[in-house]
Nanobody, 124 residues
Framework: HVQLVESGGGSVQSGGSLRLSCAISGDIGPYCKAWFRQAPGKIREGVGSVYGSFGTAHYADSVQGRFTISQDNAKNTLFLQMDSLTPEDTAVYYC???????????????????WGQGTQVTVS
């Protein structure tokens, strides 16, 4: 049984930084691991993804150069380092897993099988 638990959200001023964590448990195999976000009144959108334990991360244009995905494979934890935050980054952030191969880029939301509960990020 796969479970994902996000943490690290909070409130920060524009220009600040936050680091989100996603603790993953269960038999996950070489999954695609991703971060999504959903702002009030908007659809859920992809932020970035990485395939397996050592893949190259891919990012949405809106966060490229500001956000960084990393992993602690020993602890099965996925991270999202967010720098230079703006109010437009305010959203609930979710981590997600998919059996799809995302080594060439961020796949669509519909292929993700497992989701965390989300963590709120507010930038003012």
């Amino acid at each position: 049984h796969v479970q994902l638990v996000e943490s690290g959200g909070g409130s920060v001023q524009s220009g600040g930084s936050l680091r989100l964590s996603c603790a993953i448990s269960g038999d996950i195999g070489p999954y695609c691991k991703a971060w999504f976000r959903q702002a009030p009144g908007k659809i859920r959108e992809g932020v970035g993804s990485v395939y397996g334990s050592f893949g190259t991360a891919h990012y949405a244009d809106s966060v490229q150069g500001r956000f960084t995905i990393s992993q602690d494979n020993a602890k099965n934890t996925l991270f999202l380092q967010m720098d230079s935050l703006t109010p437009e980054d305010t959203a609930v952030y979710y981590c997600a897993l998919s059996r799809a191969d995302c080594s060439r880029g961020l796949p669509p939301l519909k292929v993700f099988d497992y989701w965390g509960q989300g963590t709120q990020v507010t930038v003012s």
